[in-house]
């Protein structure tokens, strides 16, 4: 304790000028002044990726300053109603947040669609689905589930559940289609992948809940499970166990997610330039997993990845500035 | 046993204070009680207080620690209290400036009613009128051997400088000049002890506690500590209470003894008179291996003088043992005149001596 | 043998009960979560209301003043520029706790340095600091208040026990409401998971001050303020820097999760690293320990170098002190300046130029690399160790998890929880038998039964394997120093270590969802419960061994004949706080699939579904108190 109460009064004196100054005030003012912009990068990859390709942008073509912070999905709402957090960029609708935060206290406003589309679904190595063609349809799992046996599901085949904190309705959907899997949860993202990715390097069977875009798309040959498709006839289907019911409303493939830009309202009315790119800014499926790859596949540094994509794309670029 | 409620002192005639100073007793403690447990309150003065310390616990899980005890001390005067671990007799030292609260009881010191006082007037009290020597010696660790003597006055907002130099003083007066820079772990249990002793003189008190202070040295330098204590109180005439499990000691100390039992004084008087006339056979027990005639002296064993007693033969002061007026007596076939300031008050022969002495143990005739 | 009896009832019932007898519905109160949901909603509203009120303006307040001490001391440690931070940090503790601690902070602040991480080693250290000293500023107060009232002390007890025990996660959200994200937030989630340690070691330090120097200076008439200041604090100073050593650990243990709203630093590094980059999050975790070891180190040894009670400082001393001092900081001072005016950085660099050539800095690529090796070795299912842990996995679960589970969770529920209160009743007294009869009842209510039996079977598996090794490691401990000494980094890298990065490797090695889960809560519990063991055995009384030994008994006679039971007491609550660390680590299993209570309570921040995060987080706590009362024995109740 004496030693920082003694560097601390070493600090005092001084100014503190230097370096950053420590505080997230956005000081966007209107006018060509781009001034800090706070964007915040979620855990994952394709956030990585596109959070890296938006600050290229706006600090080599607007002057602005961008500072990334890093946090959870969910205290980012209140940070942005806080004036804290400028942008988001990739938000996979968090309706209940919506509510509160976009059409309750009104602090946080719509940026549009990213352009990149998720997609939810069930996924198994392409090395299983070429030595059982059926399984590109639900229905070829059925009676087959024995071949998906671990210790730990007994008697039943074993389907690894998604990260509990993403949209999912397996649990409901296996009862719904009378299929004799058990569902195993694997816990948060990492965790899972780390599952599934161990039986695929022994070659062995296995079934689990996975998405796209997704960088590991790239590095694991993966197919997919036709889920039953969604028609006319069951619009009403939803995708979110979180709204409990019975199994048979959830029986069918999983609705496309938009994925929204958010920003912060103080942001949004601040007419900085650097929200009128932002705005505009928008990435396909391809460009956010091609930088992802080369973020969490490669190793590339972000701000290099970010950059690089920057200039072999300078087209898409431009659209945005205009 | 016969005495187990023993709930009223025996307190000899003769057991009055010494009239030494105008009176007026320094310490006055009347039907004193300390009993630890919840409801104690709902104990005394009830035929539950007459119930022996076990019967209490069973009944209401209440320990008697201190039980109805009453006493004087007058100034000057070394009070001693004597019991075995457990007697009570360290809890009674401690309800007098009440570190532990009394259940009842009426407490004056110098002339101040303790239980009256609020919170300033004990801490005055405390500061200035009484202080105290512990029997693990209560030193602070953190503190040089000067600055804990002066602790008492740095309590009291005496400045920097003034109580160094009393601690100085006070040091000196205790032969520990040497080590005032030291700390108290660098030093043996002897010399801490005296670190405590110039500790509780350091604020010159009128009153002195001594809660067993030398229980935990050993036997020799028990001893040169004890002659400390005499010394000290010879040169500052403090009036003392001391506490101790140690009869000898008791003996040595003490113009006046209580000893104690199960938070009872069972009996209180010098130490002649414990010795001489044990009140019961707890205290008899106690004094056996004690040898009489080291402890006795010519007033307790000498009659009244005959017509023509009064003068010829051999004289000795009325305090002389029995032990040193044993060579007088086997020098002389005469009775021996026992004088106090100047005029004879009795005669003592060796009839007297030897049945003061075949009276006690099996007196093998002063090993000590 | 009582207890055998009771789980023997417990056996029979689960096989004779047909029929399914789960939590009646009609005891449940289904509302709860929705309610509390209601409640966040409620809080949201009133905190965005255009006219705060007095109660925000206060938490407003200390959310200024924790973002200005964690901005000034950022900017503090730029100002100093990293080659005066070096010098800074080294001098202080080589003037204060010696040179062999300044010799391990500096090896830290190298370490920071060429991983790569200054800046995010830096802001760390910031936020902690800020964190750690706010920490301090209200547990030692608390403290000291409760070392010296036993009626403030039992009053406070199970309000710490319930900030240690419910998971942050449960309790991120309210906070990101009430102070918004950023500094300030991730300063309150640490504080309320160390202030405890802060309030019980101050407490422990004042009542462990000695009776008779408290007794002196009453009987000298000192005053409350002056005993305090004079007395109790001098000579608690020692067990008071203990305190903030374990404040330190403590808060560190928390970086990860102050990550997720705002705290940067190291914790953003782990959580992004584990979605991208498993090497660089192991690398940001190595960081974290190695700060945790050297504040540790640096703490201990200042708060050993320091004590008034063995410094025997003579006036002479205090000079020399005095000068000594004076003379590090103008060290520092110049060093700063020198470094300033060369143009040193403020942040270490990455790359060295010289007018020639550029050096790379830093090794961060290379660790990277050997961890990224040993990371694939890990991953590759044809590795040696793979074919021992998988089967050893599979063991487990199918052998003691399965079992056990079925017996909590397809019992009959008043079977369980007459058998839990029933041991409750022979171990601990009757007390403690309605007490965790009223928290089991508590969980049923809640609606959590079966998630809450499947969380107990788990949290028992792991603690009876944590104790089990913990007590024959701690013994072999405390019979070898030399193990002991061996142990001590590694007990400490546990402790700090954030799980999330410890429990990659074995999602890998034991690929059974609920394990990965078991082994990381037991690691986590494992150190303190050797620690204990180890002292236990210590404080075994010398007269007893050496009478034991003078009866001619072998070593080992004497370890389990005399020392064993005589430790049995600091055995006891070895289990029972295996059990509470246990319970912590519940909601990282969540995390990596034990699912039941850890995976509703994560589930809770990241879906926001708040009331479920902080029913099943209330769940935790109720079971955490039953067990611990379950195990608490009849030992004294006002442990500190």
């Not at chain 3, 789980?7 to 005891?27: A, H």
């Not at chain 3, 889960?517 to 204990?532: D, E, K, M, Q, T």
């Not at chain 3, 995390?591 to 921040?605: H, K, N």
Request: charged content about 20%; overall charge negative.
């Amino acid at each position: 304790m004496a030693l920082l109460v003694a560097l601390f009064a070493a600090a005092c004196g001084e100014d503190k000028d230097d370096q950053s100054s420590g505080s997230s005030e956005n000081a966007a003012a209107g006018g060509k002044d781009c001034g800090k912009v706070v964007l915040n990068e979620q855990a994952w990859a394709g956030s990585t990726a596109n959070t890296y390709i938006a600050k290229a942008v706006l600090e080599d073509n607007l002057g602005c300053e961008v500072e990334i912070t890093k946090i959870a999905e969910i205290p980012v709402f209140q940070a942005m109603a806080d004036g804290k957090v400028d942008a988001v960029l990739e938000d996979w609708q968090h309706v209940d947040e919506y509510k509160k935060y976009i059409d309750g206290a009104g602090t946080v406003v719509q940026g549009g669609p990213l352009g990149v589309e998720g997609h939810i679904g069930w996924f198994i190595p392409k090395y299983l689905m070429d030595e059982n063609p059926e399984f590109k349809s639900w229905e070829g799992l059925k009676g087959k589930e024995d071949l998906f046996k671990t210790p730990e599901s007994g008697d039943q085949g074993m389907f690894l559940g998604g990260d509990p904190s993403y949209v999912q309705k397996d649990k409901e959907l296996i009862e719904a289609l009378g299929l004799n899997f058990k569902h195993v949860t694997a816990g948060a993202e990492p965790a899972q992948v780390a599952r599934w990715s161990q039986l695929y390097k022994q070659k062995k069977p296995v079934i689990f809940y996975w998405y796209t875009p997704q960088y590991l798309n790239q590095e694991y040959d993966l197919a997919e499970v036709q889920l039953p498709p969604r028609t006319d006839a069951n619009q009403d289907c939803k995708d979110d166990s979180k709204s409990g019911g019975d199994p048979e409303q959830y029986k069918c493939e999983y609705d496309v997610t938009v994925i929204n830009k958010l920003f912060s309202k103080k942001f949004a009315d601040s007419k900085s330039p650097a929200y009128d790119m932002l705005s505009k800014f928008e990435l396909t499926n391809e460009d956010q997993e091609q930088v992802a790859k080369a973020i969490a596949g490669d190793k590339v540094d972000p701000e290099k990845a970010g950059q690089d994509w920057v200039e072999e794309n300078q087209d898409k670029v431009d659209a945005w500035l205009n | 046993m016969s005495d187990s409620s023993g709930s009223a002192a025996v307190e000899s005639p003769e057991a009055t204070p010494p009239a030494g100073g105008n009176g007026e007793p320094l310490v006055r403690a009347e039907n004193v009680w300390k009993i630890f447990g919840q409801k104690a309150d709902r104990v005394i003065g009830t035929p539950d207080a007459e119930l022996s310390r076990s019967e209490l616990h069973d009944k209401t899980g209440c320990v008697i620690a201190v039980r109805d005890v009453s006493l004087e001390i007058m100034p000057g005067e070394v009070f001693v209290v004597m019991g075995l671990s457990g007697s009570g007799k360290s809890t009674l030292v401690r309800t007098l400036i009440r570190l532990i609260e009394p259940s009842a009881g009426k407490i004056t010191i110098t002339g101040h009613d303790v239980m009256e006082a609020d919170a300033s007037e004990l801490r005055e009290l405390r500061r200035h009128s009484v202080s105290m020597v512990f029997q693990h010696f209560g030193l602070l660790a953190h503190r040089r051997v000067i600055d804990n003597v002066a602790f008492g006055l740095e309590i009291q907002g005496v400045g920097k400088a003034e109580r160094l130099a009393r601690a100085s003083e006070v040091l000196g007066l205790v032969g520990l000049e040497d080590v005032a820079n030291s700390f108290p772990d660098q030093l043996s249990g002897g010399m801490q002890q005296r670190v405590g002793l110039a500790r509780a003189f350091a604020v010159d008190p009128q009153l002195m506690l001594y809660d067993e202070p030398f229980s935990a040295l050993d036997p020799l330098i028990r001893r040169d500590m004890q002659d400390e204590v005499v010394r000290l109180q010879e040169e500052t005439g403090k009036t003392m209470l001391f506490i101790t499990h140690d009869l000898p000691e008791a003996l040595r100390l003490g113009d006046r003894i209580a000893i104690m039992r199960d938070g009872a004084i069972v009996q209180l008087g010098s130490p002649e008179e414990l010795v001489g006339s044990p009140a019961n056979d707890y205290v008899r027990n106690f004094v056996r291996d004690i040898p009489r005639t080291h402890v006795l002296t010519l007033r307790w064993i000498m009659r009244d003088p005959r017509p023509g007693e009064e003068s010829g033969g051999p004289e000795l002061d009325v305090k002389t043992t029995v032990k040193d007026a044993v060579p007088v007596a086997a020098a002389t076939d005469g009775p021996i005149r026992a004088v106090e300031n100047g005029r004879c008050v009795g005669i003592v022969d060796r009839v007297s001596i030897l049945q003061a002495m075949a009276g006690g143990p099996e007196d093998s005739g002063g090993g000590s | 043998m009582q207890v055998g009896g009771i789980v023997l009832l417990m056996l029979l019932g689960y096989l004779l009960v047909d029929g399914d007898y789960s939590w009646p519905v009609s005891l449940t109160w289904q509302e709860l979560p929705a309610k509390l949901d209601d409640a966040q909603t409620w809080l949201l509203e009133q905190r965005t209301a255009p006219d705060p009120n007095f109660f925000f303006a206060i938490l407003d307040g200390f959310r200024a003043l924790a973002d200005w001490l964690v901005t000034a001391l950022t900017d503090m440690l730029l100002w100093l520029t990293w080659v005066g931070t070096i010098a800074a940090g080294t001098l202080l503790v080589l003037r204060f706790g010696g040179w062999r601690a300044a010799l391990i902070t500096f090896l830290a602040f190298v370490s920071f340095a060429v991983m790569g991480l200054w800046e995010e080693s830096m802001q760390t250290l910031a936020l902690m600091s800020a964190a750690v000293l706010l920490s301090l500023a209200i547990g030692i107060p608390f403290g000291v208040l409760a070392g010296r009232s036993q009626r403030f002390h039992r009053t406070i007890t199970p309000v710490l026990d319930a900030m240690q025990i419910v998971p942050a996660f449960a309790y991120l959200m309210p906070v990101v409401i009430l102070f918004s994200v950023g500094p300030a937030a991730a300063v309150i989630c640490t504080m309320i998971y160390a202030v405890p340690p802060a309030v019980r070691i101050t407490a422990l330090g004042i009542r462990g001050v000695t009776a008779d120097s408290v007794e002196a200076a009453r009987a000298f008439g000192s005053t409350a303020a002056q005993t305090l200041f004079k007395v109790q604090l001098p000579l608690a100073r020692r067990q008071l820097l203990l305190s903030v050593n374990q404040t330190i650990m403590f808060a560190l243990s928390l970086v990860v999760i102050a990550g997720l709203i705002g705290g940067r630093g190291l914790g953003d590094v782990v959580t992004n690293g584990l979605y991208s980059n498993a090497a660089l999050a192991i690398l940001a975790g190595i960081a974290i320990v190695i700060m945790a070891i050297a504040l540790d180190r640096a703490t201990s040894a200042i708060a050993e170098r320091t004590d008034p009670t063995r410094r025997h400082l003579t006036d002479r001393g205090k000079r020399h002190a005095r000068v000594l001092t004076l003379a590090t900081f103008a060290g520092i001072l110049a060093t700063v300046f020198a470094a300033r005016a060369l143009g040193a950085d403020s942040v270490y660099p990455d790359e060295f130029e010289t007018s020639t050539t550029v050096y790379t800095a830093t090794i961060h690529d290379d660790l990277l690399r050997w961890i990224q090796d040993a990371l694939d070795y890990v991953q590759d299912p044809t590795s040696f160790i793979f074919g021992i842990t998988e089967p050893l996995g599979n063991f487990i679960l199918e052998n003691l998890l399965e079992p056990l589970r079925k017996l909590l969770v397809d019992s009959p529920w008043f079977v369980v929880l007459g058998g839990l209160t029933a041991i409750a009743f022979v171990l601990s007294g009757l007390r403690p038998a309605i007490t965790t009869l009223l928290m089991l009842t508590a969980i049923g209510v809640m609606g959590v039964w079966p998630e809450a039996m499947d969380t107990a079977s788990q949290v028992l598996v792991a603690t009876a394997i944590a104790v089990l090794f913990g007590i024959v490691i701690g013994v072999w401990a405390a019979e070898s120093p030399r193990v002991e000494r061996l142990l001590r980094p590694l007990l400490d890298t546990l402790q700090t270590l954030p799980q999330l990065v410890y429990i990659i490797p074995f999602i890998y090695l034991m690929p059974v969802s609920r394990i990965p889960g078991i082994v990381a809560s037991v690691l986590y519990a494992i150190p303190v419960v050797i620690r204990l063991v180890t002292n236990g055995v210590r404080g075994v009384p010398p007269a007893a061994v050496e009478a034991a030994y003078a009866f001619g008994a072998s070593r080992m006679q004497v370890l389990a004949k005399v020392k064993v039971p005589l430790a049995r007491e600091s055995i006891m609550l070895g289990v029972n706080q295996g059990i509470i660390l246990v319970l912590a680590v519940v909601v990282i299993g969540g995390l990596v699939g034990s699912g039941a209570l850890g995976d509703m309570i994560a589930r809770g921040l990241q879906r926001n579904e708040f009331g479920e995060g902080v029913v099943a987080s209330l769940a935790i706590l109720a079971l955490g108190i039953a067990l611990d009362r379950v195990t608490r024995g009849r030992r004294d109740p006002s442990r500190a």
